[in-house]
């Protein structure tokens, strides 16, 4: 068969394709007259999981006050209406198919429908299945879209929505994550830190800091510490933390034969961590508010939400552990398990990544966008425009923060309103501007060579973005099919008082891991988590005195830190691809070698808030639990310049494509 003839059938398939995928979607959108009763359930329910049904429209048949029945098979649930509308809370069913008929006065049949229900353990399918293709084929893209594709099956309940849950992928899900404002701000402002590092890298700005700190840190210890401490100094954001911690610091630990692994490690356990315990983050008025929210009705209770949180911060074991470890491995100079494989290659071999690791492209010094051999590499080019990046952005919430709060807010409440996003904006916007003038003043390059490095620093996060764009979509299916309320649900009944701390950060973690979201779960938790303490604490006769509220800090910092922990293991998590992406390492791989060292850690911090239920003081735990994982480090930690001497030391090797 000719290419010709092959193409004209290949065309004519695709034609066949396009009008049956027409002939299938238009029967799933054809519907009735709309009654003037409506009763809106959510997208999908799941059986033996609490919901919540609505009516609407029915004002002009009943007065408000008059009483309404919600059936479902033998439930009956009641209420009134109020403003034309009636609202049934904690509605079950525990059939399928679910007839839910509305009934007026005299039991008057006003509305009915069939709810589309799903088993609970089935809204665990798609992040399940994203997380085990993606540890399997260690490819992240295919294995968030293949998640995405099988949640958005199951949305639409028959074997047709395998066929519209694909199509659903990018015309609803990815498009529903892109109207969430600071989904695009973190994407404008990711694409604009990324032009910047194009911009300093041609300029011979990041050469310059790699000629100064190597100085500085000139051995892969002092690397791997100066790392540390630069993700402490960029505390108020995690999202900012690892973007400009992991492309400041690649090149200097690169030439020091650090593994791409340990640097994300290293960005990765010094972002979320350090922001979730500062006094002044941008976490602090997401946290403060669900805190303030959870709090308010609480009978006999009136303590401050930012005191709340302030009290927590000795409970959060996990983050204050999590950042003590690094030190620790950095210090010492022992790894374990996959990470001391992953040294040992960089030492030895000089390879930064697994060779065949997926990387992306470039946004360091590559032949493409290098400084220029007969022009100046000075620090002083990059270090201005990171300085304005980092002050910008502080600055920025600041003020965004003043407006919100007030002039008589204290400076805890100004930053923990800010807006981060939006000054995260205009300090990206700002650095590059800085940056650009900088390099066409000094005669370093011309206007097209600014607008050419910073494309190719823009182009360098497409695959940062199109992996977060997925992760976006996949906890919005999951959203849809309730998978957090599931998790607490199944996990959250029947807790004793002191192993609620316990229990709360392993179902946080849980949630976190199948969720990828940190954040999310603090939403589902924390207004569940804080009335349920309180709740317990008051069967049990501990609220009296106030001797007992330690199990209420240890709780609010148990979801903390249990969506810090699920989020450090989970591959699925938004700031673990960013680390991963912003270190230029195979993302498989980062989880792969960081999964060892966080489950250390977290094993500690079980134990750790274990013993805090029985009232042991937070400050002894965390000597004890740093003490221990001293000691777990010592034992089963190698050092990794221990080699033998049948491997050889050969130079750096970078792949085309790693800087």
């Keep these: 068969m000719s290419a010709f003839n092959k193409a004209h059938m290949a065309i004519a398939a695709?034609?066949?394709?396009c009008a049956l995928s027409l002939l299938l979607l238009f029967p799933a959108h054809v519907h009735g007259d709309d009654a003037a009763v409506e009763l809106d359930l959510p997208e999908v329910v799941l059986?033996?999981?609490?919901?919540?049904?609505?009516?609407?429209?029915?004002?002009?048949?009943?007065?408000?006050?008059?009483d309404v029945v919600l059936q479902g098979g033998d439930q009956r649930y009641s209420s009134t209406v109020m403003n034309g509308n009636v609202t049934?809370?904690?509605?079950?069913?525990?059939?399928?198919?679910?007839?839910?008929?509305?009934?007026?006065?005299?039991?008057?049949?006003?509305?009915?429908?069939?709810?589309?229900?799903?088993?609970?353990w089935a809204s665990l399918v798609p992040a399940v299945l994203a997380i085990l293709l993606a540890l399997a084929t260690r490819q992240v893209i295919p294995a968030l879209f293949f998640g995405l594709w099988m949640g958005g099956a199951l949305v639409y309940g028959s074997l047709a929505g395998l066929w519209y849950g694909f199509l659903d992928t990018m015309a609803r899900y990815m498009v529903d994550v892109l109207t969430d404002w600071s989904h695009v701000a973190i994407l404008l402002f990711s694409f604009m830190i990324g032009g910047l590092v194009g911009i300093i890298s041609k300029n011979g700005g990041t050469r310059g800091i790699v000629n100064w700190v190597i100085g500085l840190a000139?051995?892969?210890r002092r690397g791997q510490l100066s790392t540390g401490l630069m993700g402490l100094a960029v505390f108020f954001d995690d999202y900012a933390n690892t973007l400009i911690v992991g492309n400041t610091m690649r090149p200097i630990t690169d030439r020091l034969r650090v593994s791409r692994e340990k640097l994300a490690y290293i960005v990765d356990s010094t972002a979320a961590p350090v922001a979730t315990v500062f006094f002044i983050t941008t976490w602090i008025g997401f946290l403060v508010g669900l805190i303030g929210d959870a709090t308010g009705e609480l009978e006999g209770y009136s303590e401050g939400a930012y005191s709340i949180f302030l009290n927590s911060i000795g409970y959060s074991f996990y983050p204050l552990l999590a950042v003590t470890f690094v030190f620790m491995v950095a210090g010492s100079g022992r790894d374990f398990g996959p990470m001391l494989q992953a040294e040992r290659r960089a030492r030895t071999k000089g390879q930064l990544s697994r060779p065949g690791a997926l990387i992306g492209d470039s946004t360091e010094e590559g032949d493409e966008n290098g400084p220029k051999a007969d022009k100046p590499q000075r620090a002083v080019n990059a270090v201005v425009p990171i300085l304005v990046l980092v002050i910008g952005s502080m600055v920025g919430i600041y003020l965004t923060g003043l407006e919100s709060a007030g002039p008589d807010a204290s400076l805890r409440e100004i930053i923990g309103n800010g807006d981060s996003f939006l000054g995260l904006m205009w300090a990206s916007l700002l650095a590059v501007t800085v940056a650009a003038v900088m390099s066409v003043a000094q005669g370093i390059l011309n206007l097209g060579e600014v607008i050419d490095s910073w494309h190719a620093g823009v182009r360098s996060m497409l695959m940062a973005m199109v992996i977060l764009l997925l992760a976006w979509s996949l906890s919005d299916v999951n959203g849809v099919l309730h998978?957090?309320?599931?998790?607490?649900?199944?996990l959250g009944d029947t807790l004793p008082a002191p192993a609620l701390p316990t229990l709360v950060f392993v179902l946080s973690a849980a949630t976190a891991f199948a969720t990828g979201s940190s954040w999310g779960v603090m939403g589902i938790m924390m207004p569940l988590v804080l009335p349920l303490t309180w709740t317990i604490m008051q069967i049990n006769d501990l609220t009296a005195d106030g001797e007992h509220l330690y199990l209420l800090y240890a709780s609010?910092?148990?979801?903390?830190?249990?969506?810090?922990?699920?989020?450090?293991c989970s591959p699925i998590s938004d700031t673990t691809i960013l680390s991963s992406l912003a270190s230029k390492c195979d993302h498989i791989d980062h989880v792969r070698t960081q999964i060892p060292y966080a489950v250390v850690v977290g094993v500690v911090a079980i134990l750790g808030l274990v013993a805090a239920?029985?009232?042991?003081?937070?400050?002894?735990?965390?000597?004890?639990?740093?003490a221990v994982l001293f000691a777990t480090l010592r034992f089963f930690g190698r050092r990794v310049d221990d080699v033998s001497a049948s491997e050889t030391l050969e130079p750096a090797v970078e792949r085309e494509g790693d800087r």
């Design 14 to 17: 695709w034609v066949a394709f």
């Design 556 to 568: 609010v910092s148990a979801v903390l830190a249990g969506a810090v922990w699920g989020d450090h």
């Design 613 to 626: 239920g029985f009232a042991v003081p937070w400050w002894l735990v965390l000597a004890i639990g740093a």
């Design 47 to 66: 059986r033996d999981i609490p919901f919540e049904a609505k009516v609407s429209g029915i004002g002009d048949r009943l007065a408000d006050g008059a």
């Design 483 to 490: 998978t957090g309320d599931y998790l607490v649900s199944t």
């Design 88 to 120: 049934f809370e904690e509605v079950i069913v525990t059939t399928d198919p679910a007839e839910l008929r509305v009934l007026g006065p005299g039991d008057e049949l006003i509305a009915e429908t069939q709810a589309n229900t799903l088993a609970g």
């Design 218 to 220: 000139s051995t892969p």
